[in-house]
């Protein structure tokens, strides 16, 4: 027994597998988060490494060139190029794409670890950097209130960025712009001679006064307490009165004086501005399985409960970008899309098909066939982006190609006198090879595109997965829910009824007749001139190459 006859047979069984399927489809699109681009990770590791005060040569020689010897033993790298500035070092490997990038990070990690005893003491630890869309910044946004700037920039870091750092989602917040505070001592070189002392000496004492550490742990007969020296500073006074040395005279030497000592701001590197207004700018990076759309919305939730929360300050947040809503955008220009293609194909449907009946039984393949598809991407792991969904609404036409072969070659059955069971059951067993080809023929031009290995591969991999996926499901439908439906609600129409639909009919066979007498003209005309249609179609084909 054919899966057709099956269906057939047993419709039940039919409607009871495509609503099962049905029910995982709106679970798999209620799981499904909003991308604006399928996710994707370049095979390129850049590796930032700090040497404060070092020139240029000496960066590259102490450096560049010892990390270079260092990861000139790691596989699959393509190239490697290093540049060298004041103070920094910037080393780039692309690797071939079809490395893991993940293990190829800890491959670069191990070979730092393995070459860090080279390097300058002074050196900071190198930093890996990656790129992905997923680190993509999805909110860009300013801060502003009414507060001086030092005193925004520190209610901003204390308050609002730990405050948005516990959501759901967000992963990495980045600060720009704002006045920081720095507690700024100026050292007097004239007062250091006068009483014998070095700038390292005032240095060391400042730094090691700024210390909090645990000293011990006093045990009583119930309890253990833990000893700890608070030693940070609590305010400018306790600060200038910090003995720094003695003088030959034994007299305390402080830090007033040797030193001014001022509550002042870091030198401004950086300025943020919104509307052309400074402002501290906030930039929000989205962990790597979050939902961008779900993150920036419990973002922009949490900064009106803040301002709710603070009327007194009068903040104000002003999005300069949000990518939810080019997301979004996007998303609703590709559903409209999506929808009046549906809405176009039925009235052809309709109209080709001269029936109501025929048209609704092919339009069931357009939902079956999507609702299993969304299942499939939420078991691959796919986004609802611009690529897939874009490849849903390329799929339309080809969605409803296998019902119309089937369904037609079903109603010549039914011309012929057989009843309807019959006529499904021999219209889809004679037209089944042609149906499976058309389908096929979509299929080996589109599945290779899923498994190219690099970023061309990694940004239409998604795309060619969902035609592949949905086209199959298409030729599932048309030997399944189609035949099952022809044998119960196919009728032949009268088409010298005077229906609107009969009418419309009559008219396009007046023209298709006239295109089939036209077309039977050229071909004809083809077969019996075959050397002249070889010499133009070899012409059409050189004068292609002209474009290049």
């Known amino acids: 027994m054919t899966i057709t006859e099956l269906s057939i047979k047993r419709p039940i069984l039919v409607v009871v597998f495509f609503t099962f399927i049905g029910v995982l489809g709106i679970f798999g699109y209620s799981q499904l988060k909003y991308e604006l681009m399928p996710s994707m990770s370049f095979p390129v590791v850049v590796v930032n490494t700090i040497y404060p005060g070092a020139s240029p040569d000496e960066v590259e020689s102490s450096v560049s060139k010892t990390l270079e010897d260092a990861f000139t033993g790691i596989d699959k790298v393509k190239t490697m190029s290093s540049m060298s500035f004041e103070s920094r070092s910037m080393i780039v490997l692309e690797f071939d794409p079809s490395v893991d990038i993940d293990f190829a990070l800890q491959d670069v990690q191990r070979k730092i670890n393995q070459y860090s005893y080279k390097l300058p003491n002074t050196v900071e630890d190198p930093m890996l950097l990656r790129f992905s869309m997923d680190e993509m910044p999805i909110l860009r946004l300013g801060v502003s209130a009414d507060m001086n700037s030092k005193e925004l920039y520190q209610y901003v870091k204390d308050k609002i960025v730990p405050s948005l750092s ?48 645990p000293t011990g742990k006093v045990y009583t007969q119930d309890n253990q307490y833990v000893v700890r020296v608070a030693g940070k500073y609590n305010s400018l006074e306790q600060m ?109 449907m309709l109209i080709f098909l001269h029936s109501l009946r025929d048209s609704l039984i092919v339009m069931v393949a357009i939902p079956s066939s999507l609702i299993a598809t969304v299942f499939i991407m939420y078991i691959l792991g796919m986004s609802l982006n611009i690529m897939t969904l874009l490849a849903m609404s390329l799929v339309i036409g080809i969605l409803v190609d ?30 089944g090879f042609a149906a499976l080809s058309i389908t096929l023929v979509d299929v080996v031009v589109f599945l290779p595109l899923a498994l190219i290995n690099d970023v061309i591969g990694d940004f239409l991999r998604e795309y060619a997965l969902v035609v592949v996926s949905s086209t199959l499901m298409s ?48 071909l004809e005309w083809s077969l019996n001139h075959g050397g002249k249609v070889v010499i133009g179609i070899v012409l059409i084909l050189s004068s292609t190459f002209l474009l290049f």
């Open 166 to 213: 516990k959501l759901n989602g967000v992963g990495a917040i980045t600060t720009y712009g704002g006045e920081q505070r720095e507690i700024r001592v100026n050292i007097a070189s004239e007062k250091l001679k006068a009483y014998g002392l070095s700038i390292t000496a005032v240095n060391n004492a400042v730094r090691f006064a700024n210390m909090d550490f």
């Open 240 to 348: 200038k009165d910090l003995v720094v040395g003695k003088s030959k005279f034994g007299n305390t030497i402080r830090l007033r004086d040797v030193a001014e000592v001022n509550d002042g701001t870091k030198d401004v590197t950086s300025i943020y501005r919104i509307n052309g207004e400074n402002s501290i700018g906030l930039v929000f990076q989205k962990q790597q399985d979050a939902n961008t759309v779900e993150t920036a919305n419990l973002i922009k939730a949490e900064l009106e409960k803040i301002k709710k929360n603070n009327p007194e300050k009068n903040l104000n947040f002003i999005i300069a970008q949000d990518g939810s809503i080019e997301i979004m955008d996007s998303a609703n220009a590709v559903k409209m899309d999506l929808f009046l293609a549906v809405l176009i194909v039925a009235l052809i």
């Open 402 to 431: 296998d019902s119309i072969v089937v369904l037609e070659n079903i109603h010549k059955h039914l011309e012929k006198g057989e009843n309807k069971a019959l006529a499904a059951l021999r219209g889809r067993n004679e037209i």
């Open 475 to 522: 030729l599932l439908v048309s030997f399944t829910i189609t035949p099952m439906l022809a044998s119960r609600f196919s009728k032949l129409e009268d088409k010298n009824s005077n229906s609107i639909f009969a009418r419309i009919g009559r008219k396009l066979e007046g023209l298709t007749d006239g295109l089939v007498n036209i077309y039977s003209d050229v």
